[in-house]
């Protein structure tokens, strides 16, 4: 069993900068794919970027392409988002997901993800 723990979020003009953490516990997180996804009110929950195990192999859905980084450290069992040029539209709650046993090359559905965090709330002022 994996735990994730999103933290991170907050309050940030347009324009502004966050990096959000997701910390998991488990011994075999290196094998997972991570990955983000974020859901605005009133919105289905969307993908946003995932990387592979060793951090090589990064996929962004393309509203955040040159804005967001996604990246791993797995000697902190850590995956991070850095999130720039933020703006009001990217105002949501965010979300870890680990896929374990991975077999393909892009994991961009919530039906790939065997575990979820809680969320860590974004808001973007304009």
């Known amino acids: 069993q994996v735990q994730l723990v999103e933290s991170g979020g907050g309050l940030v003009q347009a324009g502004g900068s966050l990096r959000l953490s997701c910390a998991a516990s488990?011994?075999?997180?290196?094998?997972?794919?991570m990955g983000w996804f974020r859901q605005a009110p009133g919105k289905e929950r969307e993908f946003v970027a995932h990387v592979n195990w060793s951090g090589s192999s990064t996929y962004y859905a393309d509203f955040v392409k040159g804005r967001f980084t996604i990246s791993r450290d797995n000697a902190k069992i850590t995956v991070y988002l850095q999130m720039n040029s933020l703006k009001p539209d990217d105002t949501a709650v965010y979300y870890c997901?680990?896929?374990?046993?991975?077999?393909?090359?892009?994991?961009?559905?919530?039906?790939?993800?065997?575990?979820w965090g809680q969320g860590t709330q974004v808001t973007v002022s304009s």
């Open positions: 997901a680990a896929r374990s046993f991975p077999s393909g090359s892009y994991y961009n559905r919530m039906d790939q993800y065997n575990y």
């Open positions: 488990g011994s075999t997180f290196s094998t997972y794919v």
